[in-house]
């Protein structure tokens, strides 16, 4: 996973957005997104899901009906994962795996000089951010309840019935939670 995060970073550091890269690849260790690999779960209320569940958790693309926007799901459920690990205690993966795969890359003979340049660049600015994410932004079961998504006709977006179904049971999980369970 982090080699992809790596050369992904590196083709986009090659636009100018450097810094924004690299502070993104370190909010990727922490919370990773649904995009980049996943598996359907089923919707069994009797059986509890891990917060791996919710990130790995795939949904139907639609076009020409009715959809979510895929950017904002996958960002809102992402800071949706981060509350959950708090209440439960749990961390994400480590930024320093994320380093150590940037600096690999960096000497990745198969990549062109600029590359490997600019991924040096990366390396260096990451060393020098802050390795855990604040915990900025918590959210609770009734803001999930409340949020609404922007949709999508003419453009590829998530299945609007899927990914409400999904949110149902965050925030029954959510719930459960700040009332003191264990989820």
């Avoid at 855990?132 to 609007?160: C, N």
Wanted: aromatic fraction near 8%; charge should be neutral.
């Amino acid at each position: 996973m982090f080699t992809k995060i790596a050369k992904a970073s590196v083709r986009s550091a090659t636009r100018g957005k450097v810094e924004e890269v690299a502070r993104c690849v370190v909010m990727a260790t922490a919370q990773p997104t649904r995009r980049a690999r996943g598996y359907r779960r089923s919707m069994d209320p009797l059986q509890p899901w891990s917060t791996d569940d919710y990130v790995n958790h795939t949904f139907s693309v639609t076009r020409f009906r009715l959809g979510y926007d895929q950017d904002e799901v996958d960002n809102f459920l992402d800071r949706c994962v981060a509350q959950l690990r708090v209440h439960r205690g749990e961390r994400g993966q480590d930024p320093q795996e994320a380093i150590d795969a940037m600096r690999a890359a960096a000497e990745d003979r198969s990549q062109g000089w600029f590359a490997r340049r600019t991924t040096k660049w990366i390396v260096k600015t990451m060393e020098s951010m802050p390795t855990t994410v604040p915990d900025a932004l918590p959210i609770t079961s009734s803001e999930v309840a409340s949020h609404t998504f922007t949709t999508t006709r003419m453009r590829d977006g998530y299945d609007a019935a899927e990914v409400d179904e999904v949110l149902d049971r965050l925030i029954a999980d959510l719930a459960e939670l700040e009332g003191g369970g264990r989820a």
